[in-house]
C-alpha cells in the first residue's frame, strides 16, 4: 500500500519545504501542472528536501527500499492524461551524492484535440556523484492528439543517469490507430556542458514513416532507453544475452562512448517493458554496481 503524503507539520519540523499552490491555466486555454522537487543525502539516505507543486501533478511521501539508501519516488498525475492546450512540467535536482529513483504507477494520456497541444517537459540536474534513475510508465497517444515531449537531463562529470521512455502510438487494443495528429520527441543529455546525447521525433500522424520498413514498419510502440554514467566493457552483450532469443527482431543495443542506448519497436507493451527490465538489471549488476530493486508499484 503507498504511504501518505508528506504532511506540512513534518515538513516544517524536519526543516524540509512543501508547498502546494492551486491549478493555474495557460495562455492557449489548457492546465497547467508543474512539480519541482529537490533531493540531498542526509544521514545516510536521500531525502526529498524540497516540493512545490502547481496544479494536479504531485508526489507521494518517498521510500527506501534499498541499503545504499536510494529514494524511490511516485510521481502522480491524478487527471491521468493531458487535452490540447495542457502542459506538465516536471524540474528535479539532485545535489552531490544523492541517489533517486523516479517512476509514475500507470500509463500517461494524451488525447484528441482541436486545439493546440499538449505538452510534457521534464528537466533533471544531477550534481556530482549523484545517480538519478528516470523510470516512467508509458505514455498513450489517442488518434488525433497533437504531443510536445520534451526531456533534458543535466549531468555533472561523475553523474549517473539512466532513463527510459514507452510512447504508444494511438490504442493498438481498442482497434485504433494513429491517424491524425502528430508527436514531437527531444531527448538530451549534456556532461559537463557538453551533449553526449541528442535525439528528435517528428512524426505527424499519417505519415509513411509509420508504415516504411526502414522506420516504424507499421509497429505502435516506439520505446528508447539511455544510460549515461561508468561504463564496462562488454556491457552491451550481456544486455543481449539477457533479452534473449525473443527479443530478436524487436530489441537492440549500442554500447557507444558515452551512453549505452536500447531501442524497442514492436507491438506488445508487456514485451518492451520486460525486455527494457532485463536491460535495467544488468546495468544495475554491471557498470552501476548494485542489486536492482524494483519499485513496489510495478508490482501492482
Do not use: N
Not at 500517461?108 to 499538449?118: C, F, L, M, N, V
Not at 509509420?210 to 561508468?230: E, H, K, N
Amino acid at each position: 500500500m503507498a504511504e501518505a503524503a508528506a504532511s506540512p507539520t513534518h515538513a516544517e519540523s524536519t526543516g524540509f519545504c512543501f508547498r502546494d499552490k492551486a491549478p493555474s491555466s495557460v495562455a492557449d486555454g489548457g492546465w497547467l501542472g508543474k512539480l519541482d522537487m529537490r533531493f540531498a543525502p542526509l544521514a545516510g539516505k536521500t531525502r526529498l528536501i524540497s516540493r512545490s507543486h502547481v496544479g494536479p501533478l504531485v508526489v507521494q511521501r518517498p521510500f527506501h527500499p534499498e541499503t545504499d539508501g536510494t529514494t524511490h519516488v511516485y510521481v502522480l498525475h491524478p487527471p491521468g492524461g493531458v487535452a490540447g492546450g495542457d502542459r506538465l512540467e516536471l524540474t528535479c535536482v539532485l545535489d552531490a551524492g544523492a541517489r533517486t529513483l523516479l517512476t509514475t504507477p500507470g500509463a500517461g494520456k494524451i488525447y484528441r484535440t482541436a486545439g493546440g497541444p499538449g505538452r510534457m517537459t521534464t528537466e533533471i540536474e544531477v550534481g556530482p556523484g549523484a545517480v538519478c534513475e528516470y523510470l516512467p510508465q508509458e505514455t498513450i497517444l489517442f488518434d488525433g492528439a497533437d504531443a510536445r515531449i520534451e526531456t533534458r537531463v543535466r549531468l555533472a562529470r561523475d553523474a549517473t543517469y539512466l532513463g527510459w521512455d514507452f510512447l504508444c502510438l494511438g490504442r493498438p487494443a481498442a482497434g485504433e490507430g494513429f491517424g491524425k495528429g502528430a508527436v514531437r520527441q527531444r531527448v538530451e543529455v549534456i556532461r559537463a556542458g557538453r551533449p553526449i546525447w541528442y535525439e528528435r521525433l517528428d512524426l505527424p500522424a499519417g505519415s509513411p514513416h509509420l508504415q516504411a520498413r526502414f522506420s516504424l514498419a507499421g509497429q505502435p510502440i516506439v520505446a528508447t532507453m539511455v544510460y549515461a554514467g561508468p561504463m564496462l566493457e562488454g556491457t552491451d552483450e550481456r544486455i543481449r544475452a539477457e533479452a534473449g532469443e525473443g527479443a530478436r527482431g524487436v530489441f537492440s543495443v549500442s554500447q557507444l562512448e558515452d551512453v549505452v542506448v536500447c531501442r524497442y519497436l514492436g507491438a506488445s507493451m508487456t514485451q518492451a517493458k520486460t525486455l527494457f527490465g532485463r536491460a535495467w538489471q544488468v546495468l544495475r549488476a554491471g557498470p552501476m554496481g548494485k542489486r536492482a530493486v524494483a519499485p513496489r508499484i510495478w508490482a501492482t
